[in-house]
């Protein structure tokens, strides 16, 4: 008779909470340095970017050794009512009363007094946990053709309502996340390549649209600072056809302003050099080069980069590849497919959001707005990040759970 096979305890991933500890560590500090230099000093001490953002650290710890205590199986059963939750926040930001804009007049924020909550960010992760429930069914249901469609639907409808707010970077977020997913997941490579190629199509509509159709022509409309954007990226100045002078130096003006933000983010990363200025001695954060209302939140790796230089810079890349090369080897061990789809959605989400951000810092991508993971400031993004995170635990917690 043989002996029955002992279970392993649950492992803690240590090298991943470290990761994510030190990214805490460094969001603090560099926050505090990029909101110091414009914070009255009258301010109360629990106003302060930085306390507020270690409040947040605090709320999304605790959520996330909440996620843990339950099994992610039991979780999924919450899944499809935490994707329509999203979808009514979604809807409910656009109704204006309810969704609160700045700025530029995106209106992406619900305003709670103290605090503003973003539904996006929260939409993102009750997506990831929809989709993988619903992939998670046996591959010869995931060939018929209306199960590809309802994916795809689950992937398009926050999709169109975040591009409504608008918020193109975050509502871009959702198509390496479902692709991904639902490539992990078996989907038939016909249906991917069709879904990938009319992506593209559509990408490459919208750039010879911007660049090249008259604006009473465009089919693509854009917000004015959406196009202002691409058009920096892509090196295109403003000023229209048969413009006058008037009209030329005013365009020209506008391009500068608006490329301001990417060419300062440049200079910041450059001027760091291998060890950086050192904390808060970066002068183009204390001086306000790099935009006070940016540098916290879409342009925090800049000023890492100036303070901490390639040392510091590299030390962040080691950080979240810590965290992605665990969430890989999580989802490489993951006992079904529900929980290989949940690491793989998590895991790409993550990656997103750090490739796009770093490279908006550096000019490799437009300037979107996405935030970097556990190191920009703002309640909503760090929560769910953590939150996310909880739930890769969660998967190597309850591996062996039968």
């Known amino acids: 008779m043989n002996p029955e096979p002992v279970k392993r305890p649950p492992r803690i991933e240590w090298l991943m909470w470290a990761a994510v500890l030190g990214l805490m560590i460094l969001g603090a500090l560099f926050v505090a340095s990029a909101t110091l230099s414009r914070e009255s000093a009258g301010l109360a001490w629990y106003q302060r970017g930085f306390v507020r953002q270690l409040f947040w650290y605090a709320l999304g710890g605790g959520l996330a050794v909440l996620v843990c205590l339950w099994d992610y199986r039991r979780l ?6 935490g994707y329509w939750l999203a979808v009514l926040l979604l809807v409910a930001v656009l109704v204006p009363g309810i969704g609160s804009t700045q700025g530029w007049g995106a209106r992406r924020w619900i305003d709670l007094g103290p605090v503003q909550f973003q539904p996006s960010e929260f939409a993102k992760l009750a997506f990831v946990l929809a989709l993988a429930g619903f992939l998670s069914r046996p591959a010869a249901e995931l060939a018929r053709p209306e199960n590809f469609f309802k994916a795809l639907g689950l992937c398009l409808l926050p999709f169109g309502l975040i591009l409504r707010e608008p918020d193109l970077g975050s509502a871009l977020v959702f198509l390496p996340v479902g692709l991904a997913m639902m490539y992990v997941a078996g989907v038939p490579g016909r249906y991917l390549a069709r879904l990938g190629m009319g992506a593209a199509g559509l990408g490459a509509l919208l750039v010879v649209d911007l660049l090249w159709a008259p604006a009473h022509w465009q089919l693509v409309k854009l917000e004015p600072y959406q196009q202002r954007r691409l058009l920096v990226y892509f090196g295109k100045d403003f000023v229209p056809p048969g413009a006058t002078g008037a009209e030329r130096a005013r365009a020209l003006q506008q391009y500068r302003d608006a490329v301001h933000n990417v060419e300062q983010a440049l200079i910041s990363v450059g001027s760091g050099g291998l060890t950086g200025k050192g904390w808060r001695r970066g002068t183009q954060n204390a001086l306000g080069y790099l935009p006070r209302a ?11 980069a100036e303070e901490s230089g390639f040392v ?9 590849a810590a965290i992605l090369f665990t969430g890989i080897q999580i989802a490489g061990r993951a006992r079904d497919r529900l929980g290989q789809l949940l690491a ?12 796009v951000n770093i490279g908006m810092n550096i000019r490799l991508m437009p300037v979107t707005g996405i935030p970097l993971p556990l190191l920009s400031y703002g309640g909503t993004s760090v ?9 890769l635990q969660n998967l190597q917690l309850h591996r062996e759970t039968p």
Not at 312 to 320: I, N, P, T
């Open 383 to 391: 929560v769910c990040s953590l939150v996310a995170l909880g739930l």
């Open 294 to 304: 940016v540098a916290h939140n879409d342009f925090i790796f800049s000023v890492i």
């Open 344 to 355: 793989v959605g998590v895991v790409t989400l993550f990656f997103t959001h750090v490739f």
């Open 312 to 320: 510091g810079s590299a030390g962040v890349l080691a950080l979240y």
């Open 76 to 81: 999924s059963r919450w899944a499809m009512p």
